[in-house]
Protein backbone atom coordinates (compact mmCIF):
# COMPACT_ATOMS: atom_id res chain seq x y z
CA UNK A 1 0.00 0.00 0.00
CA UNK A 2 1.08 3.52 -0.49
CA UNK A 3 2.64 5.35 2.62
CA UNK A 4 0.86 8.69 2.74
CA UNK A 5 2.34 11.60 5.05
CA UNK A 6 0.08 11.21 7.55
CA UNK A 7 0.90 14.81 9.58
CA UNK A 8 -2.03 16.23 9.82
CA UNK A 9 -3.86 13.47 11.21
CA UNK A 10 -2.59 13.68 14.88
CA UNK A 11 -2.80 17.78 15.07
CA UNK A 12 -6.01 17.24 13.60
CA UNK A 13 -7.82 14.98 15.99
CA UNK A 14 -9.86 16.79 18.44
CA UNK A 15 -9.03 19.96 16.87
CA UNK A 16 -12.50 20.46 14.83
CA UNK A 17 -16.32 19.49 16.51
CA UNK A 18 -15.77 15.42 15.97
CA UNK A 19 -13.19 12.93 16.39
CA UNK A 20 -11.88 12.79 12.77
CA UNK A 21 -8.74 11.62 10.61
CA UNK A 22 -7.48 14.00 7.55
CA UNK A 23 -4.75 12.98 5.39
CA UNK A 24 -3.70 15.60 2.78
CA UNK A 25 -4.19 15.19 -1.13
CA UNK A 26 -1.41 14.25 -2.82
CA UNK A 27 -2.74 15.05 -5.98
CA UNK A 28 -4.36 18.36 -5.74
CA UNK A 29 -6.98 17.27 -9.22
CA UNK A 30 -8.95 14.68 -7.25
CA UNK A 31 -11.18 15.21 -5.30
CA UNK A 32 -11.53 15.30 -0.95
CA UNK A 33 -13.33 12.01 -0.03
CA UNK A 34 -15.36 12.41 3.04
CA UNK A 35 -15.64 8.88 4.90
CA UNK A 36 -18.23 7.54 6.90
CA UNK A 37 -18.07 4.32 8.72
CA UNK A 38 -20.62 1.81 9.47
CA UNK A 39 -22.16 1.23 13.15
CA UNK A 40 -19.04 -0.14 14.96
CA UNK A 41 -16.93 1.31 12.69
CA UNK A 42 -14.39 4.66 13.32
CA UNK A 43 -12.81 6.79 12.05
CA UNK A 44 -9.62 4.53 10.52
CA UNK A 45 -11.69 1.93 9.38
CA UNK A 46 -12.73 3.52 5.83
CA UNK A 47 -9.24 4.91 5.26
CA UNK A 48 -7.59 1.77 3.27
CA UNK A 49 -11.02 2.09 1.43
CA UNK A 50 -10.57 5.90 0.63
CA UNK A 51 -6.91 5.30 -0.63
CA UNK A 52 -7.50 2.32 -2.67
CA UNK A 53 -10.40 4.04 -4.32
CA UNK A 54 -8.84 7.76 -5.19
CA UNK A 55 -4.74 6.76 -3.89
CA UNK A 56 -3.86 10.87 -4.10
CA UNK A 57 -7.14 12.68 -2.46
CA UNK A 58 -7.55 13.71 0.36
CA UNK A 59 -9.39 11.53 2.93
CA UNK A 60 -11.74 13.33 6.26
CA UNK A 61 -13.06 10.92 8.27
CA UNK A 62 -14.91 11.64 11.07
CA UNK A 63 -16.19 9.08 13.86
CA UNK A 64 -19.71 8.89 14.61
CA UNK A 65 -20.86 10.84 17.86
CA UNK A 66 -23.35 8.03 18.93
CA UNK A 67 -22.46 5.23 20.70
CA UNK A 68 -24.75 2.18 21.15
CA UNK A 69 -23.64 -0.22 23.22
CA UNK A 70 -19.95 1.19 22.50
CA UNK A 71 -20.28 0.77 19.09
CA UNK A 72 -20.17 4.26 16.93
CA UNK A 73 -22.91 5.43 14.71
CA UNK A 74 -23.78 8.64 13.00
CA UNK A 75 -27.44 8.87 14.49
CA UNK A 76 -29.69 6.78 16.74
CA UNK A 77 -32.33 4.11 15.96
CA UNK A 78 -34.95 2.45 17.62
CA UNK A 79 -34.26 -0.78 16.39
CA UNK A 80 -32.54 -2.20 13.24
CA UNK A 81 -33.98 -0.24 10.67
CA UNK A 82 -35.94 1.88 12.46
CA UNK A 83 -34.56 5.09 12.72
CA UNK A 84 -34.90 8.16 15.27
CA UNK A 85 -35.55 10.52 12.46
CA UNK A 86 -35.52 13.44 15.05
CA UNK A 87 -32.15 12.74 15.82
CA UNK A 88 -31.68 11.69 11.88
CA UNK A 89 -32.37 15.39 11.38
CA UNK A 90 -30.03 17.03 13.78
CA UNK A 91 -27.03 14.89 13.54
CA UNK A 92 -27.08 15.51 9.79
CA UNK A 93 -26.55 19.29 10.58
CA UNK A 94 -24.16 18.59 12.92
CA UNK A 95 -22.17 16.72 10.50
CA UNK A 96 -22.47 18.85 7.42
CA UNK A 97 -21.24 21.90 9.94
CA UNK A 98 -18.32 19.75 10.79
CA UNK A 99 -17.69 19.46 7.19
CA UNK A 100 -17.63 23.21 6.65
CA UNK A 101 -15.19 23.80 9.63
CA UNK A 102 -12.97 21.15 8.21
CA UNK A 103 -12.94 22.72 4.30
CA UNK A 104 -12.19 25.73 6.24
CA UNK A 105 -9.23 24.26 8.33
CA UNK A 106 -7.86 22.03 5.72
CA UNK A 107 -8.57 24.51 2.26
CA UNK A 108 -11.01 21.95 1.08
CA UNK A 109 -13.41 21.17 -1.86
CA UNK A 110 -16.59 20.06 -1.47
CA UNK A 111 -16.38 16.26 -0.92
CA UNK A 112 -17.38 12.99 -2.03
CA UNK A 113 -19.22 11.47 0.62
CA UNK A 114 -18.40 7.63 0.64
CA UNK A 115 -20.67 6.25 3.45
CA UNK A 116 -21.08 2.42 3.96
CA UNK A 117 -24.36 1.50 5.76
CA UNK A 118 -25.26 3.76 8.73
CA UNK A 119 -22.43 5.79 7.05
CA UNK A 120 -24.63 6.26 3.95
CA UNK A 121 -27.80 6.34 5.46
CA UNK A 122 -26.46 10.10 7.44
CA UNK A 123 -24.85 10.87 4.08
CA UNK A 124 -27.95 10.02 1.64
CA UNK A 125 -29.54 12.48 5.20
CA UNK A 126 -26.91 15.23 4.43
CA UNK A 127 -28.10 15.49 0.68
CA UNK A 128 -31.62 15.62 1.16
CA UNK A 129 -31.30 18.77 4.05
CA UNK A 130 -28.13 19.95 3.53
CA UNK A 131 -27.76 19.80 -0.87
CA UNK A 132 -24.71 22.02 -1.19
CA UNK A 133 -22.46 20.08 1.50
CA UNK A 134 -21.74 17.15 -0.82
CA UNK A 135 -20.17 17.43 -4.47
CA UNK A 136 -21.08 13.85 -4.65
CA UNK A 137 -21.97 10.47 -2.82
CA UNK A 138 -21.21 6.74 -3.01
CA UNK A 139 -24.02 5.32 -0.68
CA UNK A 140 -23.13 1.50 0.21
CA UNK A 141 -25.83 -0.46 1.30
CA UNK A 142 -28.22 2.83 2.08
CA UNK A 143 -31.90 2.92 3.16
CA UNK A 144 -33.95 5.72 3.70
CA UNK A 145 -33.23 8.01 6.41
CA UNK A 146 -35.81 9.82 6.76
CA UNK A 147 -39.29 9.26 5.40
CA UNK A 148 -41.21 12.12 4.46
CA UNK A 149 -37.85 14.51 4.21
CA UNK A 150 -37.93 18.03 3.41
CA UNK A 151 -38.08 19.42 -0.21
CA UNK A 152 -35.02 20.29 -1.69
CA UNK A 153 -33.07 21.10 -4.63
CA UNK A 154 -30.13 18.72 -5.46
CA UNK A 155 -28.10 21.05 -8.42
CA UNK A 156 -26.96 17.23 -10.42
CA UNK A 157 -25.44 15.68 -7.86
CA UNK A 158 -23.90 12.45 -8.88
CA UNK A 159 -24.87 9.45 -6.62
CA UNK A 160 -23.83 6.14 -6.62
CA UNK A 161 -25.87 3.79 -5.33
CA UNK A 162 -24.74 0.08 -4.37
CA UNK A 163 -26.94 -2.65 -3.06
CA UNK A 164 -26.99 -6.00 -2.00
CA UNK A 165 -29.19 -8.60 -3.82
CA UNK A 166 -29.22 -10.64 -0.72
CA UNK A 167 -28.71 -7.97 2.34
CA UNK A 168 -30.87 -8.74 5.30
CA UNK A 169 -31.08 -5.17 6.00
CA UNK A 170 -32.20 -3.48 3.56
CA UNK A 171 -35.18 -4.59 1.50
CA UNK A 172 -34.98 -3.95 -2.14
CA UNK A 173 -37.97 -1.62 -2.23
CA UNK A 174 -36.26 0.48 0.43
CA UNK A 175 -33.80 0.89 -1.47
CA UNK A 176 -35.76 2.27 -4.96
CA UNK A 177 -37.47 4.39 -2.02
CA UNK A 178 -34.29 5.82 -1.56
CA UNK A 179 -33.43 6.40 -5.21
CA UNK A 180 -36.72 8.04 -5.77
CA UNK A 181 -36.11 10.63 -3.39
CA UNK A 182 -32.85 11.56 -4.31
CA UNK A 183 -34.07 11.45 -7.52
CA UNK A 184 -37.08 13.80 -7.03
CA UNK A 185 -34.58 16.18 -5.77
CA UNK A 186 -32.23 16.32 -8.82
CA UNK A 187 -29.55 13.85 -7.99
CA UNK A 188 -27.90 12.20 -10.93
CA UNK A 189 -28.26 8.68 -9.30
CA UNK A 190 -26.46 5.60 -10.66
CA UNK A 191 -28.51 2.45 -8.85
CA UNK A 192 -26.75 -0.67 -8.80
CA UNK A 193 -27.78 -4.08 -7.39
CA UNK A 194 -24.74 -6.23 -6.86
CA UNK A 195 -24.53 -10.20 -5.77
CA UNK A 196 -24.45 -10.47 -2.09
CA UNK A 197 -25.31 -8.76 1.33
CA UNK A 198 -24.82 -6.37 3.30
CA UNK A 199 -21.02 -6.53 3.09
CA UNK A 200 -18.65 -4.65 0.87
CA UNK A 201 -16.97 -7.14 -2.29
CA UNK A 202 -14.58 -6.49 -4.70
CA UNK A 203 -17.56 -5.91 -7.11
CA UNK A 204 -18.39 -2.72 -5.08
CA UNK A 205 -14.37 -1.56 -5.31
CA UNK A 206 -14.79 -1.98 -9.21
CA UNK A 207 -17.91 -0.08 -9.39
CA UNK A 208 -16.86 2.73 -7.28
CA UNK A 209 -13.82 3.56 -9.14
CA UNK A 210 -15.45 3.16 -12.11
CA UNK A 211 -18.31 5.49 -11.08
CA UNK A 212 -15.61 8.26 -9.31
CA UNK A 213 -13.36 8.09 -12.89
CA UNK A 214 -16.42 9.00 -14.97
CA UNK A 215 -18.01 11.94 -12.57
CA UNK A 216 -14.45 13.27 -12.55
CA UNK A 217 -14.17 12.96 -8.84
CA UNK A 218 -11.15 10.73 -9.27
CA UNK A 219 -8.02 12.13 -10.67
CA UNK A 220 -7.49 9.63 -13.83
C1 LIG B 1 -28.32 1.84 10.16
O1 LIG B 1 -28.14 3.02 9.90
O2 LIG B 1 -28.79 1.45 11.24
C2 LIG B 1 -27.91 0.85 9.11
O3 LIG B 1 -28.66 0.86 8.02
C3 LIG B 1 -27.76 -0.50 9.59
C4 LIG B 1 -26.58 -0.59 10.47
O4 LIG B 1 -25.87 0.37 10.67
O5 LIG B 1 -26.37 -1.68 11.01
Known sequence: ??????????????????????????????????????????ENDLIPLGRMLSPGAALLSPRGKISEGGMPRFFRRLAEGVFDEEDVVRRAHELADFIGEARAAYGLAAPVAVGFSNGANIAAAMLMLRPDVLSGAALLRAMVPLANPPAGTLPGTPVLMLSGAAD?????????????????????????????????????????????????????
Open 168 to 220: PIVPANNAARLVAQLEQRGARVEHRTLPGGHGLTPTDMTAMRDWLTRTGAAAA
Open 1 to 42: MTTVPDALAAPARGALSFTHRFLPATDPAAAPLLLLHGTGGD
